[in-house]
């Protein structure tokens, strides 16, 4: 039986009624700086679970907590003098640490995917913090798309893929930054898991050292080649549109839109997963994308179209 998915206005009436429905055990997707995260108490074994169903992931890939307050993390996770120099400097913001879960952590397992870490993140986005504050749990949220499909910056794409699945949406408008948050894994030696909406020179300057890499694909199990895909193909690096293409544009390669027509990396990231919708016209369709320089957030923007570039054959991740 499809559900009828409320559509929530960011008012106190809305956020009421947005905690009510995640301490029931509800779905509802909400805005954060990054993209729309699909959210249930993390807390509630049944409610984690249906995320998995409403997502229709294949796999219980391990979840992201997100909290109002960056001292609740001490409650959940083991809290190194490392994680506290991050959380006091980028902390709310797009940056999600994965530490060792404390063994009384009030965590459905389905979280960690039965990991002995867990990632905690505290995003900065108002109705975020205070829907988080009005459920006064920690709240687990992967990104609020349907399985191996672009993550939602609006309220119309997470509506476009869970509408009747999920109890309801959080409307707030577009998410600033538009990249999912930077992963730090924190259990060892700092590594970047996954590059995102913090640039990864920022964390290294704070941390006064250079960030290891991810393993051979464990640390961070989401990132599968095939993930972030609009259903035309990608042709990266165009210089100019071949017949029938679509263009993506950036700096002095226009197209027809442009991420950022100054090349302004931050503008970049905020449309380009907008933007990667608007151009999806089908599996027949070629989006060709005007190359983007390589740093800063260039690094998480390239990050996410290879990965939207890359052959489908792999099951589609989250
Ligand atoms: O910006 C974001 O991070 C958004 C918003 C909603 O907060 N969330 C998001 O969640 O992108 P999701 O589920 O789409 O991606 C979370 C990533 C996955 O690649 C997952 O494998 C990784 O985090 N992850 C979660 N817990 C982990 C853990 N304990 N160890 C390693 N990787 C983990
Ligand atoms: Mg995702």
Redesign the pocket.
């Known amino acids: 039986m499809p559900i009828d998915t409320e559509r929530l206005a960011p008012d106190p009436k809305g956020l009421t009624r947005a905690a009510d429905l995640l301490r029931a055990g509800g779905l509802v997707a909400f805005p954060?700086?990054?993209?729309?995260?699909?959210g249930a108490h993390a807390g509630q074994d049944r409610a984690v679970a249906r995320i998995f169903e409403a997502k229709g992931r294949p796999r219980f890939?391990?979840?992201?907590v997100?909290l109002a307050e960056p001292d609740q993390a001490r409650e959940v996770v083991e809290w190194p003098d490392t994680a506290d120099l991050l959380a006091r400097a980028f902390w709310p913001g797009?940056l999600?640490l994965?530490l060792p879960?404390r063994q009384a952590a009030p965590i459905s397992p389905l979280?960690?995917?039965g990991?002995p870490?867990?990632?905690v993140?505290v995003?900065d986005h108002p109705v975020a913090r205070a829907l988080l504050r009005d459920v006064g749990g920690p709240v687990a949220?992967?990104?609020?798309?349907a399985s191996g499909r672009l993550?939602p910056t609006r309220a119309d794409h997470v509506m476009a893929g869970l509408e009747g699945r999920i109890e309801a949406v959080l409307d707030a408008g577009d998410c600033p930054?538009g990249?999912?948050?930077t992963?730090v894994?924190l259990s060892g030696a700092p590594r970047l898991?996954?590059p995102?909406?913090l640039p990864a020179e920022r964390i290294e300057e704070a941390l006064g050292a250079r960030l290891g890499t991810a393993g051979a694909g464990i640390?961070?199990?989401?990132?599968l080649n095939s993930?972030y895909a609009p259903r035309a193909g990608l042709r990266l690096n165009a210089v100019a549109r071949r017949a029938g293409e679509r263009m993506l544009g950036f700096g002095p390669v226009g197209g027809d839109l442009t991420l950022s027509a100054a090349g302004d990396l931050v503008e970049a990231a905020a449309h380009l997963f907008g933007y990667l919708h608007d151009l999806d016209a089908g599996k027949d369709t070629v989006i060709a994308v005007a190359p983007v320089p390589d740093h800063g957030l260039g690094r998480a923007i390239n990050d996410r179209l290879i990965r939207a570039a890359a052959p489908r054959q792999t099951p589609p991740?989250?």
């Open positions: 954060t700086e990054t993209v729309y995260g699909l890939n391990p979840l992201i997100h797009p999600t994965v879960l979280v960690t995917g990991l870490t867990l990632a993140r995003p949220a992967p990104s609020a798309n993550s930054v990249l999912e948050s992963i894994g898991l996954r995102g909406g640390d961070a199990p989401g990132q993930h991740d989250d």
